[in-house]
């Protein structure tokens, strides 16, 4: 697959025993890797040993070590010069379990960067293999609708879309009419609302009731399909007028950062197994990505799994209509 992830960033991850606001705490573990939406998308196709390219923009001052962090990976990237700084993404892992997470916006862009990267996206749209995922949020300075540019690229020669972004370009990108869009519960209602996506929370009322409802509403407003994630809950898919929810399996949860990513990854990996369009196949597809999203949360590194235990959550996985 062909991995759009404009917004690369370091993950800092830091382990601690409580997160106090307005007091000093220590963190007695800290992690740094690359980062951002796509990176932990390439992470799970790795594991499976299947080939994915990731385009990503690379801040000149950062660009060396986030092009050796991925190199240390395998990742295949093609790296897009950009101004300013990397931005990073702060995670705070408490002995709780509680994860607070600061995603910071990252360096401005010019116009004459987003225009490069798209003519990179482009470029390799030949090597997709027949599928582009438009993954993670985009820095400041790129065209809220710039998903939407890349999904009608991709239309035009062929290639299926994913598209999992923030509120605003979520929203944006469905003038582009993309094949299937993958939010979690709060960016759904935040994209369909008033919100802007800066600060989102755990939702717990309702859940597959809202999840539906906001997948029907997203292909109302020009998706082709929508699943929308709703945590430890499970998912609700929406297609061709049919909505059916999959509930997530029970797991031990080490860290659901990423999960969301691994969720895509499974999905996107289906598909391409798969070779259909049918409903059938989608569906199967969202059980796939549900089994791959839940084995991630056993283990610390975002986009980590392991194929075999995704198989054993496969296995126990079923989905019902939404009426």
Known sequence: MLIATPNLCLDRTERLAELVPGAVARAREVTVTAGGKGVNVARVARAYRRPAILVGLT??????????????????????PAPGHARMAVIMLEDSGRTTVLNEPGSTLDGP?????????S????????????????????????YA???ELARVAGVATVVDSAPGPLRASLAGRPDLVTPNLEEAEAALGDGNGEVLVGVEDEVAARAAEAARRLCE??????????????VAFHAEGVTDWVPAPKVDVVSAVGAGD???AGLALALADSGTVERSAWLAAVLRGVATASASCE?????????????????????????
């Open 113 to 121: 960067s987003w225009a490069r990267y798209r003519d990179a996206v």
């Open 123 to 146: 470029r390799r749209l030949a090597d997709a293999g027949g599928l582009l995922v438009c993954s993670g949020s985009l820095p400041p300075g790129a065209p809220v609708g710039g």
């Open 299 to 323: 283990v610390l590194l975002a986009g980590g799994v392991d194929p075999e235990r995704v198989a054993e959550l496969l296995t126990g996985l079923t989905s019902g209509a939404v009426t």
């Open 262 to 264: 691994s969720f895509v």
């Open 221 to 234: 407003l020009g998706a082709g399909r929508a699943a929308v994630t709703a945590g430890v809950a499970g």
């Open 149 to 151: 540019e890349l999904v």
């Open 59 to 80: 801040a000149e001052h950062d660009r060396e070590r986030l092009l050796a962090l991925l190199a240390e990976e395998g990742a295949d990237v093609v790296g897009v």
